[in-house]
């Protein structure tokens, strides 16, 4: 089972700025399958990045994803306020189980 | 726009049963393959099972082989999961959710429904 540790545990910013989040995988994820979330409070996980780095249907560019073999990063140029919430990283390699990191929470600073 | 919709949760005592349903709209419902994931405060997310596009093909995680069965009706564009020998540590908010693409490899999770709540306690 691949292990997938995501720093930092928390994230301290304000609106506008960069934000950088990192998810390490305990060995290679193969074809660069990682997907990236955002959960907000009281809702569902949202899909944002899958492949490492493709972004999904309808979420802004000022997210992107990059990354390739055991690290992995996601980038938010400029923060909004509906950004502050949690990230989950996600590999879904050739076989399960799937796993996910154990997220980053986004706050304002 | 592609849509899932929970039911079936709620408070269970140990060693007991329930069953999960999920309901689809919006999508090709019989293309797809179909997921079960849970999450607790303290583990986070878990990956607990999926279903392929005709229900031929079923995978589980670790601990919740043989006491969870997935299942589905395409007739009826509803997942099941029944859930047996249930323990404190099933007790989670359950969401069902799409595979992010018909082809086989594409295990991300797209969209997601609202979740369930399942408690097990005495």
């Known amino acids: ?109 | 726009e592609p849509q899932l919709v929970e039911s079936g949760g709620g408070l269970v005592q140990p060693g007991g049963s329930l069953r999960l349903s999920c309901e689809a709209s919006g999508f090709m419902f019989s293309a797809y393959w179909i997921h079960w994931l849970r999450q607790t405060p303290g583990k986070g997310l878990m990956w607990v099972s999926r279903i392929n596009d005709d229900g031929t093909t079923t995978n589980y995680g670790d601990s919740v082989k043989g006491r969870f069965t997935i299942s589905r009706d395409n007739a009826k564009n509803i997942v099941y999961l029944q859930m047996n020998s249930l323990g404190g540590d099933d007790t989670a908010m359950y969401y069902c959710a799409r595979s992010g693409n018909t082809y086989y490899g594409a295990n991300w999770f797209d969209p997601w429904g609202q979740g369930t709540q399942v408690t097990v306690s005495s």
């Open chain 1, 1 to 109: 089972e691949i292990v997938l540790t995501q720093a930092p545990g928390t994230l301290s910013l304000s609106p506008g700025e960069r934000a950088t989040l990192s998810c390490r995988a305990s060995q290679s994820v193969s074809s660069n399958f990682l997907a990236w979330y955002r959960q907000k409070v009281g809702q569902a996980p949202r899909l944002l990045i899958y492949g490492a780095s493709i972004r999904a249907s309808g979420i802004p560019d000022r997210f992107s994803g990059s990354g390739s073999g055991t690290d992995f990063t996601l980038t938010i140029s400029r923060l909004e306020p509906e950004d502050f919430a949690v990230y989950y990283c996600q590999q879904y390699g050739s076989s399960p189980p799937w796993t996910f990191g154990q997220g980053t929470k986004v706050e304002i600073k």
